[in-house]
């Protein structure tokens, strides 16, 4: 498990500070893929340099399978940091190297015997899916095939978590969804922790867990995305699911639903309109996969023919399972 508590990171100079990371407190379980989402310059990129002591954070504790980091000394923070892989958004692999030496280096440092190193450098690059290019340097292997390089060279020394910092953000779409399954599949397989730093709600959608969303150095939400997308006043859910702007012009009144798994195809509109016989008019909505769930959100308008019904409708509606809000 990793915990945040109050972590807080300021740079100094010329007479200014500036907050990039402002009270963060967070948890993130172990196993699972935890995203979390914000625009450039929102703080998240700092956050994650910070779980790995890459910056030290300005106050906080930041505490890794139990181990808190801030309070360690130089040399049990280097053993510490074995523990915690990163991929970078550029992968940096040392141009004079094969995707196997590449992935070898930090069993190197690590001063791993050769036999043990070869042995795991093969595991690892059929992990990743390329044993067929561990003679290849980085000059021959595309962007995608980099990008795995980089993810096996994280993976080398066996961590319990794996930072992934924009990981995907220079690839193209087809190459992005390639890597982010392969990310997936390594969790599944593995069971490390993933920390998934991203600006793109898809990645999100796609293979976290859970999310954390950021703003001007702040969490301002965080929790399971089955959770979340079940909350119609999320805000993390609107970016995840969005159903467009309210229409006022619209007459009746409004609410947002939201619905998972077998309520994302049962038909319960149309039960509702049957048995109570009240009008409802479709305003806004969308269904996407999300943590492997089918989920969805609608905006509707009921009929002014309610005659004040509003509480019998919302009742009726939760009794089926539907989470309800006043749109």
Do not use: W
């Not at 561990?134 to 080398?156: H, K, N, W, Y």
């Not at 390639?178 to 969790?187: E, H, R, S, V």
């Amino acid at each position: 498990m990793i915990t945040l508590e109050s972590v807080t990171k300021v740079y100094r100079g010329r007479g200014q500070e500036v907050t990039a990371v402002d009270d963060v407190s967070l948890s993130v379980d172990s196993g699972e893929i935890f995203g979390i989402l914000g625009r450039s310059g929102a703080g998240k990129s700092t956050l994650l340099r910070c779980l790995n002591l890459l910056e030290r954070p300005t106050s906080g504790t930041i505490t890794v399978d139990g181990v808190e980091l801030v309070a360690l000394s130089r040399q049990d923070l280097r053993a510490a940091r074995r523990r915690i892989g990163t991929v970078f958004q550029h992968v940096n692999l040392l141009a004079s190297r094969t995707a196997a030496e590449n992935v070898a280096y930090g069993l190197e440092v690590a001063g791993v015997p050769s036999a043990r190193r070869r042995e795991r450098v093969a595991e690892l690059l059929d992990l990743v899916g390329l044993s067929d290019r561990a003679d290849s340097r980085p000059s021959q292997l595309s962007g995608g095939q980099q990008q795995r390089v980089g993810i096996a060279r994280a993976l080398a020394t066996d961590p319990s978590v794996l930072l992934c910092d924009e990981a995907t953000s220079a690839l193209d779409p087809d190459t992005t969804a390639q890597i982010l399954d392969l990310i997936a599949d390594i969790n599944d397989r593995t069971g490390v922790t993933v920390v998934l730093i991203t600006h793109e709600a898809e990645v999100v959608r796609r293979i976290c867990d859970s999310a954390a969303l950021m703003e001007a150095g702040r969490v301002v939400e965080s929790g399971r995305l089955l959770d979340l997308v079940g909350d119609p006043d999320s805000r993390l859910a609107g970016i995840l699911l969005p159903v467009g702007e309210p229409l006022a012009e619209i007459p009746g009144h409004h609410l947002t639903l939201a619905f998972a798994d077998e309520r994302a195809v049962d038909p319960t509109l149309s039960r509702l309109t049957r048995d109570l016989g009240v009008e409802v008019s479709i305003l806004g909505g969308t269904l996407e996969r999300v943590a492997g769930h089918q989920v969805g959100r609608l905006r509707v308008a009921l009929g002014d023919e309610r005659g004040g019904r509003e509480d019998e409708i919302v009742a009726y509606l939760r009794r089926a399972g539907v989470t309800v809000s006043a749109a």
